[in-house]
């Protein structure tokens, strides 16, 4: 999935959220070379050997200059581009809507409950997950339930067995008979499967008599291609009109097809049972040892002639605009408009249903618990009315952990109610009649998640019922005006529809999922809609969980990079015991011969899979280490990240510095001093591999102990640990390299051990690569020689389209100044061939991780790199481009332009003072500085660097002369 498999400091550990203001307080100078070059302090000196203080060359401040856009033209620019960036569907499939990875249909957002648009033809349903609703028993996180409309009539083209009563001969749990008949199957699903052994039936009870003259049955390898071998051989499709007595219809013997479709003589039925024989095609050795019966979906119609009935007109828009979603969709024979939103910051979900009919409609809103289509046994799911509120709570496993409580609450506001809401099992249902033009709202509040929460439906319902038609148009203006402040945050203009069709939405999708104060967002996301999600929906540390992240700081939005910060640091407890107690499961013959205690004394060791709230990974194949003690660099790379983009020195007091410093301690045991006095460090680049001095971990080791030594100055405490780790990183080896082709690229490590020895692997992941981002040890102003092995690398690798790659190959690329067009040709390649529907980036195993390439963007249009922001670095000549409000390192906010291969101007906000170091972009050209009113502005220019002392809080502006 990832990797492919004490004592504290001075510094108080403070676990309390920090400001989100960066310190004014200015900065000392710095004592180390690797500080000065990582910039992970606020100032630079503006005395420059050789470089004098210069007046702006040519023109006075008050002569006409190009500047960044104002906020109201930025928005006038911005907000058409988005509304033309949005995900479509025409059909009610839903594929991808339910499955154990990210879903691939209209998703919604606020950081804390995540919404899933489904259903199936004439019914439109929401399925509602959150955030910290997750099982204890083992951790992983699970949807809580959902809502759905549809009418009370039957469509004109319905699938008569769609929510039928399903009863199985048996079930391989959580493939309950129930999910052949939800109308959610799509590329991936999959439905009922039986446990090992032949015959075996499953029974559907309709409710009530109905005529039935086609039926089809999709099997396994229609949703899951290479698996013919598990579709159904023989079966009978028998009626009953008791349940007990059966009558064989139609005989299917010897198929080989995906999909059984057969028009039969219409019979009157209520019960419908498939009787099956050979379940299996025994063509493989599991689908002959192992036989069990796998029916996808089953499908029922009135009417025979071997295709589905035309449906009715369907479109469905999901809009990041505003983070909406609008749904055109016929029920009961009538056309309906719908519009859903989530509240921005409140747990409000509103769909409203306007009528575009004739006639009145007779709808049916309700309720549920649980996951669609069967779901995990031990949950409890249950429901009930108050009143005219329905609800539905869902309670997880009980354990040794803790046991979380979600609920759900709806109402409907407006229409006409035509009975008391009631309840099913775990669903809650109410039925009221539309006006025709008229417009009824189902409002539903979102409560409980977390550990042991006491009576979430009683939150759930109070909360509901302090809603009104005003105070849902509140929060809905209040959500339209979130997002627009979001978008203001920063934008990009490329001149490419393509790679904007890639940007936003995956800012869109961050955005959505994760917030301050909330729980960081797992592999997937927010959006959870089955009970057994892939590697358990957890936190991957070595590069998945911290991946979402990339591209937060750069684009102005580090405040959403806060959650994974205390997910992190909840783990400190257990991640200090383990180093003392644990260390052994990394490799236990090297531990053996080094630590005899099985531990060091001091120091953080995290495990490849963590959940919330301290707890570990609820898989037992993500409880190990897979040979990989980096788990913590990987961590740490993001509290530098945040801290060198934001200089916020509050956050680098109680929760940045300590937490280096916990990452440091380990090296210092860990490391192997030589007798030169240079150091090694073993490790696994790859899971499950060794080498040594792995090329991440000494990548993001020379990161960590660069930053721990300038917070150690910065705030003036451990002065005596600077030295232990200055000589580290004085004797740490450099990069490891090998001779690939002729050419020297960057390796995995020096040497590796064990049964794969390779110390390159063109077409695997990048991890060679991950010195250069996320460890930022190579960027634009680095040694020329080094950035040209670093594009020889990337090109040995060729891994744009490997899938751990995504999120950091085209980052890394840029970095290292590969040729512009050629990387946005082979992004562009990638997106053509995996964006889904929703306009996210797929692949069978990862999720919410794809949003971080959002950095490679940014990084083509701007870096800050030794301490030097460079504009439009890695972006082709002749393509014009602009972006606005980019955040570099040292808390500066950049906006700029370029046009006919001429960049127009760069403005730049200082938001804690210090030193702006701008690569001249006009090479000898003249050019001019001034604050925001104009005023002429000292800077040097050492190098051909424009050098200029800020104030925390002015904009300056460089124009050419």
Same mark, same amino acid.
């Given at each position: 999935?990832?990797?492919?498999?004490?004592?504290?400091?001075?510094?108080?550990?403070?676990?309390?959220?920090?400001?989100?203001?960066?310190?004014?307080?200015?900065?000392?100078?710095?004592?180390?070379?690797?500080?000065?070059?990582?910039?992970?302090?606020?100032?630079?000196?503006?005395?420059?050997?050789?470089?004098?203080?210069?007046?702006?060359?040519?023109?006075?401040?008050?002569?006409?200059?190009?500047?960044?856009?104002?906020?109201?033209?930025?928005?006038?620019?911005?907000?058409?581009?988005?509304?033309?960036?949005?995900?479509?569907?025409?059909?009610?499939?839903?594929?991808?809507?339910?499955?154990?990875?990210?879903?691939?249909?209209?998703?919604?957002?606020?950081?804390?409950?995540?919404?899933?648009?489904?259903?199936?033809?004439?019914? %439109?349903?929401?399925?509602?997950?959150?955030?910290?609703?997750?099982?204890?028993?083992?951790?992983?996180?699970?949807?809580?339930?959902?809502?759905?409309?549809?009418?009370?009539?039957?469509?004109?083209?319905?699938?008569?067995?769609?929510?039928?009563?399903?009863?199985?001969?048996?079930?391989?749990?959580?493939?309950?008979?129930?999910?052949?008949?939800?109308? +959610?199957?799509?590329?991936?699903?999959?439905?009922?499967?039986?446990?090992?052994?032949?015959?075996?039936?499953?029974?559907?009870?309709?409710?009530?008599? %109905?005529?039935?003259?086609?039926?089809?049955?999709?099997?396994?390898?229609?949703?899951?291609?290479?698996?013919?071998?598990?579709?159904?051989?023989?079966?009978?499709?028998?009626?009953?009109?008791?349940?007990?007595?059966?009558?064989?219809?139609?005989?299917?013997?010897?198929?080989?097809?995906?999909?059984?479709?057969?028009?039969?003589?219409?019979?009157?039925?209520?019960?419908?049972?498939?009787?099956?024989?050979?379940?299996?095609?025994?063509?493989?050795?599991?689908?002959?040892?192992?036989?069990?019966?796998?029916?996808?979906?089953?499908?029922?119609?009135?009417?025979?002639?071997?295709?589905?009935?035309?449906?009715?007109?369907?479109?469905?828009? +999901?809009?990041?605009?505003?983070?909406?979603?609008?749904?055109?969709?016929?029920?009961?024979?009538?056309?309906?408009?719908?519009?859903?939103?989530?509240?921005?910051?409140?747990?409000?979900?509103?769909?409203?249903?306007?009528?575009?009919?004739?006639?009145?409609?007779?709808?049916?809103?309700?309720?549920?618990?649980?996951?669609?289509?069967?779901?995990?046994?031990?949950?409890?799911?249950?429901?009930?009315?108050?009143?005219?509120?329905?609800?539905?709570?869902?309670?997880?496993?009980?354990?040794?952990?803790?046991?979380?409580?979600?609920?759900?609450?709806?109402?409907?506001?407006?229409?006409?109610?035509?009975?008391?809401?009631?309840?099913?099992?775990?669903?809650?249902?109410?039925?009221?009649?539309?006006?025709?033009?008229?417009?009824?709202?189902?409002?539903?509040?979102?409560?409980?998640?977390?550990?042991?929460?006491?009576?979430?439906?009683?939150?759930?319902?109070?909360?509901?019922?302090?809603?009104?038609?005003?105070?849902?148009?509140?929060?809905?203006?209040?959500?339209?005006?979130?997002?627009?402040?979001?978008?203001?945050?920063?934008?990009?203009?490329?001149?490419?529809?393509?790679?904007?069709?890639?940007?936003?939405?995956?800012?869109?999708?961050?955005?959505?999922?994760?917030?301050?104060?909330?729980?960081?967002?797992?592999?997937?996301?927010?959006?959870?809609?089955?009970?057994?999600?892939?590697?358990?929906?957890?936190?991957?540390?070595?590069?998945?969980?911290?991946?979402?992240?990339?591209?937060?700081?750069?684009?102005?939005?580090?405040?959403?990079?806060?959650?994974?910060?205390?997910?992190?640091?909840?783990?400190?407890?257990?991640?200090?015991?383990?180093?003392?107690?644990?260390?052994?499961?990394?490799?236990?013959?090297?531990?053996?011969?080094?630590?005899?205690?099985?531990?060091?004394?001091?120091?953080?060791?995290?495990?490849?899979?963590?959940?919330?709230?301290?707890?570990?990974?609820?898989?037992?194949?993500?409880?190990?280490?897979?040979?990989?003690?980096?788990?913590?660099?990987?961590?740490?790379?993001?509290?530098?990240?945040?801290?060198?983009?934001?200089?916020?020195?509050?956050?680098?007091?109680? %929760?940045?510095?300590?937490?280096?410093?916990?990452?440091?301690?380990?090296?210092?045991?860990?490391?192997?001093?030589?007798?030169?006095?240079?150091?090694?460090?073993?490790?696994?680049?790859?899971?499950?591999?060794?080498?040594?001095?792995?090329?991440?971990?000494?990548?993001?080791?020379?990161?960590?102990?660069?930053?721990?030594?300038?917070?150690?100055?910065?705030?003036?405490?451990?002065?005596?640990?600077?030295?232990?780790?200055?000589?580290?990183?004085?004797?740490?080896?450099?990069?490891?390299?090998?001779?690939?082709?002729?050419?020297?690229?960057?390796?995995?490590?020096?040497?590796?051990?064990?049964?794969?020895?390779?110390?390159?692997?063109?077409?695997?992941?990048?991890?060679?690569?991950?010195?250069?981002?996320?460890?930022?040890?190579?960027?634009?102003?680095?040694?020329?020689? +080094?950035?040209?092995?670093?594009?020889?690398?990337?090109?040995?690798?060729?891994?744009?389209?490997?899938?751990?790659?995504?999120?950091?190959?085209?980052?890394?690329?840029?970095?290292?100044?590969?040729?512009?067009?050629?990387?946005?040709?082979?992004?562009?390649?990638?997106?053509?061939?995996?964006?889904?529907?929703?306009?996210?980036?797929?692949?069978?195993?990862?999720?919410?991780?794809?949003?971080?390439?959002?950095?490679?963007?940014?990084?083509?249009?701007?870096?800050?790199?030794?301490?030097?922001?460079?504009?439009?670095?890695?972006?082709?000549?002749? %393509?014009?481009?602009?972006?606005?409000?980019?955040?570099?390192?040292?808390?500066?906010?950049?906006?700029?332009?370029?046009?006919?291969?001429?960049?127009?101007?760069?403005?730049?906000?200082?938001?804690?003072?210090?030193?702006?170091?701008?690569?001249?972009?006009?090479?000898?050209?003249?050019?001019?500085?001034?604050?925001?009113?104009?005023?002429?502005?000292?800077?040097?220019?050492?190098?051909?660097?424009?050098?200029?002392?800020?104030?925390?809080? +002015?904009?300056?502006?460089?124009?050419?002369?």
């Amino acid at each position: 999935m990832g990797q492919e498999r004490t004592t504290w400091s001075a510094i108080p550990w403070r676990s309390r959220t920090t400001r989100r203001h960066p310190s004014r307080s200015s900065h000392p100078s710095r004592s180390s070379r690797y500080a000065a070059i990582l910039a992970f302090t606020v100032a630079i000196p503006l005395a420059v050997p050789g470089g004098a203080l210069a007046a702006p060359t040519g023109v006075g401040g008050t002569a006409a200059v190009a500047d960044a856009p104002s906020p109201t033209a930025q928005w006038d620019a911005l907000r058409p581009k988005l509304a033309g960036i949005k995900g479509v569907w025409t059909n009610q499939s839903y594929p991808g809507s339910v499955q154990n990875t990210m879903p691939d249909t209209a998703l919604l957002g606020n950081g804390d409950v995540g919404v899933t648009s489904g259903g199936s033809t004439g019914v %439109k349903s929401f399925y509602v997950s959150k955030g910290d609703f997750w099982s204890g028993n083992p951790a992983r996180p699970a949807p809580i339930g959902g809502v759905t409309i549809q009418g009370t009539t039957p469509q004109n083209n319905a699938n008569l067995a769609l929510g039928a009563t399903a009863t199985a001969s048996s079930t391989t749990d959580p493939f309950a008979p129930s999910r052949a008949v939800n109308g +959610q199957w799509g590329s991936g699903y999959e439905g009922w499967v039986s446990a090992i052994g032949k015959p075996q039936w499953i029974t559907l009870d309709l409710g009530s008599v %109905k005529s039935v003259a086609r039926y089809v049955v999709r099997n396994d390898n229609a949703a899951r291609p290479g698996n013919a071998s598990f579709n159904t051989k023989n079966m009978t499709f028998q009626t009953s009109t008791n349940g007990s007595s059966w009558n064989t219809v139609n005989t299917v013997t010897d198929n080989t097809a995906d999909v059984i479709d057969r028009t039969i003589t219409a019979v009157q039925t209520r019960y419908i049972r498939l009787n099956i024989t050979e379940p299996t095609q025994s063509t493989t050795p599991d689908s002959t040892d192992n036989p069990r019966a796998r029916i996808g979906q089953i499908e029922l119609y009135a009417s025979g002639g071997g295709t589905t009935p035309p449906a009715e007109p369907f479109r469905e828009e +999901q809009h990041i605009v505003d983070g909406s979603i609008t749904t055109s969709v016929s029920m009961g024979g009538t056309p309906l408009s719908m519009r859903t939103w989530l509240a921005a910051e409140k747990n409000v979900l509103v769909t409203s249903v306007t009528s575009t009919g004739t006639q009145p409609v007779q709808l049916q809103a309700s309720t549920f618990a649980g996951a669609v289509g069967g779901g995990n046994a031990s949950y409890a799911n249950s429901a009930g009315v108050n009143g005219q509120v329905m609800w539905a709570e869902r309670a997880t496993a009980p354990g040794a952990n803790w046991v979380s409580r979600g609920a759900l609450a709806s109402t409907v506001l407006g229409g006409t109610a035509v009975q008391p809401p009631t309840v099913s099992g775990p669903t809650a249902r109410t039925v009221f009649t539309l006006p025709a033009g008229q417009t009824a709202h189902l409002v539903t509040s979102i409560a409980g998640g977390g550990r042991n929460p006491v009576a979430p439906r009683d939150s759930a319902v109070s909360l509901v019922r302090a809603e009104n038609t005003g105070s849902i148009g509140t929060l809905d203006t209040q959500r339209v005006a979130w997002w627009k402040n979001y978008w203001m945050r920063s934008g990009v203009n490329l001149n490419d529809a393509a790679l904007e069709r890639f940007y936003y939405p995956a800012q869109y999708f961050i955005g959505a999922s994760s917030r301050q104060g909330r729980i960081a967002p797992g592999l997937f996301g927010i959006w959870t809609t089955t009970d057994s999600p892939q590697f358990n929906g957890d936190y991957h540390l070595n590069y998945n969980a911290q991946a979402p992240f990339y591209g937060v700081y750069s684009s102005n939005r580090p405040e959403l990079a806060l959650p994974f910060h205390e997910l992190i640091l909840g783990y400190v407890p257990e991640a200090q015991r383990r180093a003392k107690q644990d260390l052994r499961r990394v490799k236990p013959d090297y531990v053996d011969r080094r630590f005899p205690s099985g531990g060091v004394p001091s120091g953080v060791l995290y495990p490849v899979g963590i959940g919330p709230f301290g707890s570990t990974s609820g898989s037992t194949t993500d409880d190990q280490y897979h040979q990989q003690v980096s788990n913590s660099l990987f961590s740490a790379t993001q509290f530098i990240s945040y801290y060198e983009y934001t200089q916020d020195v509050e956050f680098l007091r109680t %929760k940045g510095y300590p937490f280096l410093t916990q990452v440091a301690q380990f090296f210092e045991h860990w490391l192997e001093r030589n007798a030169n006095g240079t150091y090694t460090l073993w490790g696994g680049p790859h899971e499950g591999t060794w080498g040594r001095n792995s090329s991440p971990d000494i990548g993001m080791l020379k990161q960590v102990l660069t930053a721990a030594i300038a917070g150690s100055e910065r705030l003036g405490v451990d002065a005596a640990k600077r030295p232990v780790w200055q000589n580290i990183l004085n004797n740490l080896p450099a990069q490891p390299t090998t001779v690939l082709g002729g050419r020297t690229v960057y390796s995995l490590a020096e040497t590796m051990e064990g049964s794969d020895t390779r110390v390159i692997r063109p077409g695997d992941n990048t991890i060679n690569l991950e010195f250069v981002q996320p460890a930022d040890q190579l960027g634009v102003n680095s040694d020329a020689g +080094q950035l040209q092995v670093a594009r020889d690398t990337v090109d040995a690798m060729n891994s744009w389209d490997q899938h751990n790659s995504f999120p950091k190959i085209f980052t890394q690329a840029a970095r290292a100044g590969y040729p512009a067009q050629a990387l946005i040709d082979r992004l562009k390649s990638v997106l053509s061939a995996r964006t889904a529907a929703n306009l996210r980036i797929t692949d069978p195993n990862h999720g919410i991780e794809k949003s971080g390439t959002t950095e490679a963007i940014n990084s083509m249009l701007v870096q800050s790199d030794k301490g030097i922001v460079a504009l439009f670095p890695t972006w082709p000549t002749t %393509k014009d481009a602009s972006f606005y409000q980019l955040r570099q390192k040292g808390a500066f906010v950049v906006s700029s332009s370029k046009k006919a291969g001429r960049v127009e101007y760069a403005d730049v906000r200082s938001e804690a003072g210090g030193t702006l170091r701008l690569r001249n972009p006009w090479g000898g050209g003249a050019f001019r500085v001034t604050d925001a009113n104009g005023n002429t502005v000292p800077y040097t220019t050492p190098g051909g660097v424009i050098t200029v002392q800020t104030t925390a809080g +002015q904009t300056y502006h460089v124009n050419p002369a």
